[in-house]
């Protein structure tokens, strides 16, 4: 069954530090990923997609096909970072959701 | 930022009542979508609609209707079968399918609240 898994519901770390949000997924078939960011009283809106191979706000995600993953990355944490992460992973006309992780970013 | 307009943000409706939220885009997308979001659960897929007069059932759309009679308009029932209504909704649009590499914008959402 196609599934995206994201481990953890809250990462904490302090401004700087390097931060990586995993997410793990299961397709039968070439996987299409995507990061979907909402910040706090803000609308869920698209941060990047693997085929892009883009970098926004310092994020990057590559897709490892061997380890089934698509963690995003950013090497030095911002405040306004903060946030819901949301990984997804685009089955035929639908989009599934991971569970989401909460980003904090402590001063 | 407009573009999807969600409407009530908070909603209050006594135990076995059918509520009908509101979702209207102005981005002239043909595909438009309804998803719930749950504590722990992430956003999950209601019903979802590539045009006007078709949708399509999603992951959990039991207990809920939808009708497109509009291409700008996909509002979504939730009808007194629906056994644990109380949730955020999320209704969504996109110019095409995803399956075309199409971005989906998402509304502010509607909190419903059964009581």
């Known amino acids: 069954a196609q599934r995206v898994t994201q481990p953890e519901k809250l990462l904490s770390v302090f401004k700087g530090a390097p931060v990586e949000l995993k997410c793990n997924y299961s397709y039968s078939g070439s996987p299409e990923l995507f990061w979907y960011v909402q910040y706090s009283r803000q609308r869920l809106q698209l941060l990047l997609r693997h085929i892009s191979r883009e970098s926004i706000k310092g994020f990057t995600a590559d897709l490892n096909k061997g380890e089934t993953s698509f963690h995003l990355k950013k090497p030095f944490a911002q405040e306004e970072d903060s946030a819901m992460y949301y990984c997804a992973l685009r089955n035929t006309d639908k989009l599934i959701f991971g569970t989401g992780t909460r980003l904090q970013v402590f001063p | 930022d407009g573009g999807i307009t969600q409407s009530p943000k908070y909603l209050f409706r006594k135990e076995g009542q059918n509520v009908t939220l509101s979702c209207e885009q102005n981005l002239n997308h043909d595909a438009m979508y309804w998803y719930r979001q749950d504590p722990g659960q992430g956003l999950r897929l209601i019903y979802y609609?590539?045009?006007?007069?078709?949708?399509q059932k999603g992951d959990i759309a039991e207990g809920y209707s939808v009708s497109r009679e509009k291409k700008e308009s996909f509002p979504l029932t939730v009808t007194s079968a629906q056994k644990n209504p109380t949730a955020f909704y999320l209704c969504?649009?996109?110019?095409?399918?995803?399956?075309?590499?199409?971005?989906?914008?998402f509304g502010e959402g509607s909190w419903l609240t059964v009581v």
């Open positions: 609609s590539q045009i006007v007069n078709d949708f």
């Open positions: 969504a649009s996109s110019i095409g399918l995803p399956s075309s590499g199409n971005t989906i914008y």
